[in-house]
């Protein structure tokens, strides 16, 4: 497992904003997702469990930002099952 430091080190590498573009807002308020081409095939799978988890919930920054950690925990976790670190998905 990667150290802080390596994992600070990596991220540092990578623009500011990009765990932040997994889940974006649209102008119309919708939430966008914006995965890697890798786990695009599974995309359904998370639009099914942020839909779960925030159904009938008011819109609310809070929600979107809790959504936001939701899908990079989500993007994470199916990198590890792969044995990838999450910024070589997007670097495919």
Do not use: H
Request: aromatic share 8%; glycine share 6%.
């Amino acid at each position: 497992m990667a150290s802080m430091t390596e994992r600070a080190r990596r991220t540092s590498r990578l623009d500011d904003g990009y765990y932040l573009d997994i889940l974006c807002e649209s102008d119309s308020g919708s939430w966008v997702l914006r995965l890697p081409p890798v786990l695009r095939a599974q995309q359904q799978e998370l639009e099914q469990m942020l839909g779960k988890v925030f159904s009938g919930r008011p819109s609310s920054k809070e929600n979107f930002a809790l959504a936001q950690q939701l899908s990079l925990n989500w993007c994470s976790s199916k990198a590890r099952q792969a044995g990838v670190a999450l910024e070589d998905y997007w670097a495919q």
